[in-house]
């Protein structure tokens, strides 16, 4: 009875496999499983779908699979995807996305990247204008220093150039501290070089401790119990050396800090504008 049902079973999944509703490889269901993957997000699984029918002759597919790609971080193997004709109606668009997956790759290096070679299409005038943009970031996010703002700001629309002049007036004039101001400061007069950089609590912190050793230690002279002066001067002398050394640290940590900022904030606007790129929206 049991072989019987088992026969059944298989006689019936033999037939609705050779329908395409029941044909989970068949194009059009992979198709359909890619899209659903897709459109949750599952970027990963969503590419690998679509590579099994990336021989289908559909550009749309092509380009989901250069975003998917792209979305996980695997920008020179969605630029690998790069396979349109001129006349398609997504040409302009990969084109895009081609180029800012050589920013993604390396965002503080790409203005470095200028070759003709790097491109496997002719850079019209919307990719040059869309690759002058990303050099313009690439710049911002470099080290390199001294660039006029006009040519920063050129390939930006009035509105786009009020917030990449704000960006840029950022980089060239950062509210850095200087670790040797500090270090004099905390030199001069325990704690104020902590004070300097901001951190209030900890310079008058150390001001208090330092100057209650140092008093204890004259008191101590003074009384001629020269075993605890001494021991009181070392105990003064080991925390004013580290609030030296402290208030140095902590301008060279806010020069760090603002310059994670900086560079946050510069992708998060960066990532808010879709990278000067159109939406996509192939879920609706």
Request: proline share 4%; with cysteine.
């Amino acid at each position: 009875m049991i072989k019987i049902i088992f026969n059944l079973i298989l006689i019936a999944s033999t037939i609705f496999s050779q329908t395409d509703s029941f044909n989970f490889q068949s194009p059009h269901n992979i198709k359909l499983f890619a899209d659903y993957l897709f459109c949750e997000g599952d970027y990963l699984r969503a590419a690998e779908e679509y590579e099994k029918i990336s021989t289908i002759s559909d550009d749309t597919i092509n380009f989901k699979i250069m975003i998917s790609y792209s979305e996980i971080g695997l920008y020179q193997q969605s630029n690998l995807k790069y396979k349109f004709q001129p006349n398609s109606l997504l040409t302009n668009d990969a084109r895009r996305l081609f180029i800012k997956n050589l920013f993604l790759d390396s965002p503080d290096s790409y203005y470095e990247k200028t070759g003709s070679e790097l491109f496997p299409f002719q850079l019209d005038s919307l990719s040059l204008n869309y690759r002058n943009k990303l050099i313009s970031i690439s710049f911002l996010f470099s080290s390199v220093e001294n660039i006029p703002a006009e040519e920063i700001l050129y390939p930006f629309e009035l509105q786009e150039r009020k917030i990449i002049l704000s960006f840029y007036d950022q980089k060239k004039d950062p509210s850095y501290k200087s670790p040797l101001l500090a270090g004099v400061f905390s030199t001069i007069v325990p704690g104020t070089g902590k004070m300097y950089v901001g951190e209030w609590g900890d310079g008058i912190t150390a001001f208090l401790i330092t100057s209650l050793f140092a008093f204890l230690a004259y008191d101590n002279f003074k009384a001629h119990h020269n075993t605890r002066a001494w021991i009181f001067s070392g105990l003064g002398a080991f925390f004013y050396g580290g609030n030296i050394y402290g208030s140095v640290a902590a301008a060279q940590i806010f020069k760090a800090r603002i310059d994670f900022e900086f560079n946050d904030g510069l992708k998060l606007y960066l990532e808010q504008q879709n990278y000067f790129l159109p939406e996509y929206d192939f879920c609706k």
